[in-house]
Every structure is written in structure tokens, then in C-alpha cells.
């Protein structure tokens, strides 16, 4: 297995709420859910301490117990996660979360959970095939119907700011709920709302995990499709991806051309050849 990951913060002066990390046998990528200012979360420790604790247990948990479903490794890595912040409202809607990507190898298969909004592509040997993107669509689906005063003011700006917090605030509502979305946060059943398959290895030449940020290239921005940014990464590395969102970025930074929460992002890409 020959692993390559790139990653950057939206800005240098606050934390990255992304998080790879990688054994011999498997890869997790998390991206953490932040609060926009003016909103509380209940938890004093903050996104980015959340997202590294619940990514390394999360990680141990898949590699260490070869034989347990990657939900319930998820789920033990939510309960354990939860019990080093206890004194924290975990209770609270906004408190910390985040999406989540695992893939394990075994001998024969390659194993993989996804849930929220991070991107898996999945590259297949028989070229007919191509290769498979696989996410999590619910919490997009969810949004649409709520973004709509936050996608008609330009990005940065102090009406922008007060939309996104309104937006965030809404979407708590729907957030681990039936008819909502599903993100790793305090509560375990959450794990066994993802989207999870199994591939023989023997079909697969490698895979790609992108977080939401690093993504915006292909679903948002439209500026490119999986093959091609594959291509990319090939070619380049990862961090050509992230580049090239970034220009991209820069290029529509009041979010005329591109409506967006966020001008900027946290970007993890971890790109995997077997």
C-alpha cells in the first residue's frame, strides 16, 4: 500500500478541524464541524481536539479488532470519545462533530464506511468499471431547502455571517435524526446510519478519500469530474488538489459565482495505490 496525503487549514491562524491518519491496514479521514462565531457548542475543548481523539481511536479500533464491523469501531470510538469530554454538554446541538471515511484491507477485500458529506472514489482495475464515488448526500439534501438566505449575500460579509449562523442553527434540528443526516458526534447509534459495502481487492487498483472542502472542486465548483481530478492527483500529488480549490477559491471570493458558507475550507485529500 503506497498512501500519499496532503491537508490545510482554511486559514493559518485557526486550527485544522480535518484529520487523516493511516496504519498498515487502514486509513480514517474526518472533517470536523465547526461553529461560526456568536454560536455555542457546549464544549470547551473545542472541534479540532474532538476530531483528533475520535480519528485516532476510530483508527486503533478498525486496525486492533480486524473482525469488528467498521460501525460498531465507529461507535466504540464515539463512546470512548465522549468519556474524555464528559464534564461537556454533550447533549447540546451543536456540539462537536464530524464526518467520517474508513477503509480497511484485508486479504481478500477492501472494507469501508462513509458518513456525511466527505467524498470515497473507489478505483476499479477493469478500466470499463471507472472510478466509483461513493458519499453521503443527506445532510446536501437537508441543506438545500435551508441555504437560501445565506446563498444570496456575499461571502465574508457581516449579513453572510449572521445567515450562516441562522443556517448552522437550523440544520442542529435535523442533525441524527431519521428524516435529517448522520454525523459521528456523542451519540454511537449515529454509526450505524453509514454508508458502508465491501469490494473484493483484487477489483480494486486503489482508492481516494477527500474531505468536503477538497471536494468543492467536482460538487461545487464544478470545475472538474472524478476521473479527471484523479488524473490530477496522480500526475501532481494530492496537494495539486488542494491548489487547484484554492485558486478556484480565490477566484470567487465574495461566493458570487460559487455560494458557499465558507470562502475557505479545511482540505484533506489521502490518495491510496494498492
Known amino acids: 500500500m503506497h498512501l500519499e496525503i496532503a491537508t490545510e487549514p482554511a486559514r493559518q491562524d485557526r486550527p485544522n478541524e480535518d484529520f487523516v491518519a493511516a496504519s498498515p491496514s487502514a486509513v480514517v479521514l474526518l472533517d470536523g464541524a465547526g461553529t461560526p462565531p456568536g454560536s455555542d457548542c457546549g464544549c470547551s475543548h473545542g472541534v479540532a481536539w474532538f476530531v483528533t481523539r475520535l480519528g485516532v481511536n476510530l483508527l486503533a479500533g478498525v486496525t486492533n ?3 469488528r464491523a467498521l460501525t460498531d469501531c465507529l461507535a466504540d470510538a464515539i463512546t470512548t470519545t465522549a468519556a474524555l469530554h464528559a464534564e461537556c454538554d454533550l447533549t447540546h446541538p451543536g456540539t462537536p462533530s464530524a464526518t467520517v471515511i474508513a477503509v480497511r484491507l484485508t486479504d481478500q477485500d477492501l472494507e469501508y464506511l462513509v458518513l456525511a458529506d466527505s467524498t470515497l472514489i473507489v478505483e476499479h482495475a477493469d478500466p470499463a468499471t471507472g472510478p466509483v464515488a461513493i458519499t453521503d448526500d ?3 439534501l437537508v441543506g438545500a431547502a435551508l441555504r437560501g438566505s445565506m446563498d444570496a449575500v456575499p461571502t465574508g460579509t457581516v449579513e453572510h455571517g449572521d445567515a450562516l449562523r441562522r443556517y448552522v442553527e437550523a440544520m442542529r434540528a435535523h442533525r ?3 428524516d435529517g443526516f448522520w454525523v459521528a458526534a456523542a451519540d454511537p447509534t449515529a454509526a450505524h446510519a453509514a454508508l458502508t459495502g465491501t469490494v473484493p481487492r483484487a477489483e480494486v487498483t486503489g482508492f481516494t478519500m477527500v474531505s468536503d472542502g477538497a471536494s468543492r472542486l467536482v460538487d461545487r465548483f464544478h470545475l472538474a469530474d472524478w476521473p479527471e481530478v484523479l488524473k490530477l492527483i496522480h500526475d501532481q500529488g494530492p496537494a ?13 471570493a465574495d461566493g458570487k459565482r460559487w455560494p458557499r458558507g465558507k470562502a475557505h475550507d479545511d482540505t484533506a485529500v489521502a490518495t491510496v495505490t494498492l
Open 138 to 140: 443527506r445532510e446536501a
Open 176 to 178: 441524527n435524526q431519521p
Open 65 to 67: 479488532q480486524p473482525d
Open 240 to 252: 495539486a488538489l488542494i491548489r487547484a480549490v484554492r485558486t478556484a477559491e480565490l477566484a470567487d
